[in-house]
């Protein structure tokens, strides 16, 4: 079975500090995928990025990084100066591979709190 | 290219009642999801469609629930006999399936049972 682990809940930062969001996965596949979501105070889920389980590079986006780690399964997310408008509940998740049922196994999500 | 969109974005109930959601994905995806996401967790698959046809339903769709695809292009979720429990946020996503099968989440039902 799949399971996402994301152990932090809450997490208050004040504006412009560097913030890392913690994601560690189970699971029993060889090819799967990983992705963040975003959850900002309106509901609606955000993607954020995918990355391939083939694929450790990590990955920058603007003040977004992705470091993917297959040794400890994990897939953490950091957000540099980080601003107000980056508060919201972040989720990592887990599917199989394409052409498979790609459902998506969630995290509990981490509320994150940008202090101006 | 507009989004995932879902109606109503809110439904007020009694304990009981029918109710009917409806999910329109993203013109070109073949592929659809419903998740149900209850305070302070993450969002939970239900059930998803590739096409018209129902592939797989998760063991939190009781007999209450039915979902159906007709044409493969908008799904609806209907709860039958709702019960205080049901209160949760339904999420629809699409996705096209492939080489990258990203799903594209709607903004959600509010289902409230009183």
């Known amino acids: 079975a799949q399971k996402v682990t994301q152990a932090q809940t809450e997490i208050s930062v004040v504006e412009k500090e560097d913030v890392t969001l913690d994601c560690v996965y189970e699971?029993?596949?060889?090819?799967?995928?990983l992705f963040w979501y975003k959850q900002p105070p309106s509901g609606e889920l955000v993607f954020l990025i995918r990355?391939?389980?083939?694929?450790?590079q990590n990955e920058i986006s603007g003040r977004y990084s992705w470091n993917f780690q297959k040794s400890t399964s994990s897939f953490n997310f950091t957000i540099t100066a980080s601003q107000v408008v980056d508060s919201a509940v972040y989720f990592c998740?887990?599917?199989?591979?394409?052409?498979?049922?790609?459902?998506?196994?969630f995290g509990k999500g981490i509320t994150l709190s940008v202090r101006p | 290219d507009t989004g995932v969109s879902q109606d109503p974005r809110h439904k007020i109930t009694k304990r009981g009642q029918n109710v009917t959601f409806r999910c329109d994905p993203i013109?070109?995806?073949?592929?659809l999801y419903w998740y149900r996401q209850t305070l302070g967790q993450g969002p939970e698959f239900l059930t998803y469609?590739?096409?018209?046809?129902?592939?797989?339903k998760s063991r939190l769709l009781s007999d209450r629930f039915s979902a159906e695809r007709p044409k493969g292009s908008f799904s609806t979720l209907e709860i039958q006999r709702t019960e205080q429990g049901d209160s949760a946020m339904y999420l629809c996503?699409?996705?096209?399936?492939?080489?990258?099968?990203?799903?594209?989440f709607g903004p959600g039902t509010r289902l409230t049972v009183l």
């Open positions: 699971t029993r596949d060889t090819t799967y995928y």
């Open positions: 469609f590739q096409n018209e046809a129902q592939l797989e």
């Open positions: 998740a887990l599917s199989e591979a394409p052409g498979a049922n790609s459902k998506l196994t």
């Open positions: 013109s070109e995806h073949n592929r």
């Open positions: 996503a699409s996705s096209l399936v492939g080489a990258t099968d990203t799903q594209y």
């Open positions: 990355r391939n389980s083939f694929d450790e």
